[in-house]
């Protein structure tokens, strides 16, 4: 796990003749205020929360995606990296190596991100996918060092919010189940930049559900091993059989960036479940229309927006009230906030309509009465 790998980080950067870390650059982005949250249904949505707060902290597990879930699909006005085009860096890489990327990239690609095409379909190309860029990174002899150093020099940015989303879970010794098909080792640098740039331990409320590489005596990747993980086979890196701490009957958040991404806890017979989508695009290409992340996910947010509404889902279950700082900006985060302090207020919800549209100029009317008090 990647506790043991942590203990011994320093120690393999001075065997590979690294004599300081990278310089640090901020890899938490600032708060994204053109950010919406569409809920689906709000009342089944107070639903699981109430039930999930009966139930307590206890006894909820946190699955997430990586890429482009944790991480921003774009900063700064420019698309960031995730964890495949963080490594790909000519300086310390080399210029065909992310050429051969570049080249798999515009035939894979388009596969993964179109919803129209079949799962069977889908996971040969994926995993052909996966294996020719093992392939390539073998071919390479990436070592850790590099990656290491092109993760301090990448575009890659943690959402806002994932700090608090750590020390929240380990305040509460739970963890946060990051279920990726990228790159473990960029992974796994990226949480220690964070770690390091925050001054606090996360490593106990993280677990790396991903595929590890292997390395030789010199700490350069010689292979993977197997299974190769995917975007459609993420279920069989989460069993109970693997994490027994993961009993049936247990609540759960997942949070993922693709459809495919709610298939990590299908296979786990969790009681309430709510489901988190990150819509990061700005057209509706390849079928990729908020309809369907809408039908799929019982919250939704757009515009590269941020993880601190997750915090307060988790605060909201724990029993604490929403932080004083809270931050959300416009009308839907507005309704978000109520929709949370119903319990903490003593309120309950009575009615609902409908939103007018699942688009950012939207609204919906809804109804509160006081809750009796024995």
Known sequence: GINAEYMGIMQILQTE?????????NIEATYNKDEDIIIKNPVELRRKLEKMKEDGIENLKVFADFDFTLTRRRFGGENADNSFKTIE???????????????????????????????EEKQKSMLEWWETTQQLIVKTQISRSKISHAVSESHLYFRSGISKLLSILKEFNQKLYVVSAGIREVVKESFYMLQ????????????????PEIYDENNVIVGFKKPTI????????VSHEKYPEITQGKNGIVM???????????????????????????????????????????????????????VQIIRNIAGQPM?????????????????LNQSANNLSLIHISEPTRPERNSYAVFCLKKKKLN
């Open 17 to 25: 003749k690294v004599n300081h870390y990278p310089m640090l650059r």
């Open 89 to 119: 860096n000519p300086k310390l890489i080399g210029k065909e190596f992310e050429q051969g990327c570049d080249v798999s990239r515009a035939k894979f690609g388009p596969i993964e991100a179109d919803i129209r095409i079949s799962k």
């Open 196 to 211: 390091k740039q925050k001054r606090t331990g996360y490593r106990k409320a993280i677990e790396l559900c991903m595929t």
């Open 230 to 237: 995917i975007t459609t086979n993420k279920h069989l890196f």
């Open 256 to 310: 993922g960036d693709l459809i495919e991404d709610l298939q990590i806890v299908k296979d786990l017979r969790l009681g309430q479940v709510i489901s988190i989508g990150f819509y990061n695009y700005t057209d509706e290409t390849q079928g990729k229309s908020i309809k369907a992340y809408l039908d799929a996910f019982d919250i939704v947010i757009t515009n590269d927006g941020n993880l601190e509404h997750v």
């Open 323 to 339: 932080e004083s700082d809270y931050m959300g900006y416009g009308p839907s985060a507005m309704f978000f906030s109520s929709l």
